[in-house]
Every structure is written in C-alpha cells, then in structure tokens.
C-alpha cells in the first residue's frame, strides 16, 4: 500500500481511461457497475487523461484525410495477450470537464485521480484549478507514447513536475514511460512526486521489427510512433522497470500490466508497492471472436480483490 500526504491510501488502481472521464464506465461497463460485477469502491480510479485544450487524437468517427466515416476505434488493434492504441489522448478539454463532468461525480465517496498532459504552463494551470475538488491525487502523465512527449527530457520533466507541485494541493503521481531515465528524474523527484506508475510502452520498443501494419500507416498521417502496447506483451518491459525504481527506494512504485491474478504477487515480489489495471479491461482477442470479453475482462480486477480479501 502506499500513503500518500494526504491520508488517502492507494492499493488497487485503474488506470487511466479504463472507466472514462467520470470514474464511472464506458457505456458498455456501466451496466456492469450498476450490477456489482465492477465495484468501484475497491479501487482508486484514474481518469482518462485531460489536455488543457481540446485535442482531436485519433479517436474520430472520420477519416481525417479522406473525411468519409470510418470505425473511432481503428486506433485500437488487439494482440495476443494485450491491445496496441493510437487513441493520442482524444478528449474535449480541461474545462469541458470541469463544467460538464466534474459536478457529476462525487469525489468525498470515491477514491479518484485526474490525469493531465501538456506543457509545461499548461499543466501547472490545469493543477492550480484542480485544487478546488477533493481528489486523491493528480497524475502527470509525462510520456503518451502517441505524441513522442517522452522525448522532451530529463530536465524538462523535472522542471514540469515541480512547476505542478507548487501550485498544487495534492499528491502528484508522475506517469512516466519505460522509454525514459525514469530512475534519474525519481532522483530529483523525491518529496515532489509520491508515486511513480507506467505508461503502455511504445510499439518500436516491444516489436521493434515490425514496420507494416494499420498503425505504423497511421503514423505517417499523425507521427508519435507506432502506437502503446499494454497487456501482456509490455509486461517484461514495465516490470523490469519497476524492479529497477524498488531497488532504487526513493519513491513508491504502481505496478501495471497486471492481467492475470498470479501477476499481483510477482509484482509485489519485485517491489511495487500497489498494482494498476488497464488492459483487462479490454476485449482480450477481437470482438467478433470472442464478443463475450468485451463485457466479462472488466469484471476480473473486481474479482481479483475480492479474492485476494476474502
């Protein structure tokens, strides 16, 4: 478990984007929320990352080139074991949240995190307005794998994470990518930042021999990479880095990838202090295969926890 400054106690996470912009499901999991199968209070939840401003991403019902409708989920591909997204962190903007989402969700009940990405300015204004709700903490996502963000440095980080913290009355979680010296800026981090958890790892590190595909075309229209990979296959990848920053003992590691109960002890063995669900959410093999995971993968971290306290 991890405490964080302010008393709350982070143990079981989901991650961001998992359970939408409110905490409370995509439309195909509310009904499991409303039927206890995913029960919310076991968790604390991460919200889908917010920009300052508007960003289209990749999430559109169009073709951007061609402006004809086309599938919003063709930035999402599944893979043996996990899921590649090219979502590029498609959303309506901070404030639509603020005035349309927030009032909705009852943050003195619920454990919840908002997740943020920007600029350096941006995000320190998206933090100072933050301190108006009772969250459990912020996460700075510092490294989407579809916007090639992770590249702007080790200093520039740091410096973002403290500009965050010192208009900022929560706990900052700094979401940060494998693909970065995530050990140097945990270095410079400690007593700013009071948890570390990991971003899906880009598609060039876990295939870095394939080049063809729908996603790596995709890249050509929009850059940022090939895509994040979340699941399975960015396990060895995630973990190896949360071995590495336990073993470094500055600052409290969430564990992700977690997709099979088993995992949930490993990671715990290698250091990590809690554990983050996010691709168990998804459909675990294409839809028209197996339509039932789409309804039934959800439900697994719930089941998960209630087993673990029973």
């Known amino acids: 478990m991890i405490k964080l400054s302010n008393g709350c106690r982070v143990w079981y996470v989901i991650a961001s984007g998992a359970l939408g912009f409110d905490g409370k499901g995509w439309f195909w999991e509310r009904p499991l929320v409303r039927l206890g199968l995913i029960e919310l209070d076991l968790f604390t939840v991460v919200l889908k990352t917010l ?22 989920w063709g930035c999402v591909k599944f893979i043996p074991g996990g899921v590649v997204n090219k979502v590029g962190l498609s959303n309506k903007g901070f404030y639509w949240w603020c005035k349309k989402i927030a009032p909705k969700i009852n943050f003195d009940k619920r454990s919840i995190v908002v997740s943020i990405w920007g600029a350096r300015d941006e995000c320190v204004e998206m933090a100072r ?5 009772n969250l459990t903490a912020i996460e700075w996502n510092d490294s989407c794998p579809n916007t090639g963000h992770a590249l702007t ?7 973002t994470a403290k500009a ?10 700094a979401k940060v990518s494998v693909d970065q010296d995530y050990l140097a800026i945990a270095r410079e ?3 700013v930042v009071e948890a570390f958890d990991f971003n899906s790892v880009k598609m060039e590190t876990v295939f870095p021999e394939m080049k063809k595909g729908p996603l ?7 850059g940022g990479g090939g895509g994040g990979v979340s699941g399975e296959p960015a396990q060895i990848h995630n973990w190896r880095a949360v071995e590495a920053l336990a073993k470094q003992g500055l600052i409290p590691v969430i564990a992700p990838s977690i997709m099979e109960y088993g995992d949930m002890c490993f990671v715990r063995r290698l250091g990590a202090r809690a554990v983050s669900f996010g691709a168990i959410h998804l459909a675990s093999h294409s839809i028209w295969l197996k339509p039932w995971t789409i309804f039934t993968n959800p439900c697994k971290p719930t089941s998960f926890v209630r087993r673990e306290n029973s």
């Open 189 to 191: 981090l400690v007593g």
């Open 216 to 222: 790596w075309r995709l890249e050509r229209r929009v």
């Open 153 to 159: 440095g080790v200093e520039a980080s740091i410096e």
């Open 164 to 173: 965050i913290k010192a208009v900022s009355r929560h706990p900052i979680i």
């Open 51 to 72: 920009t300052l401003n508007p960003r289209r991403g990749n999430l559109q019902m169009r073709n951007p080139l061609t402006w004809l409708p086309c599938s919003p």
């Open 129 to 133: 307005e933050l301190n108006r709700f």
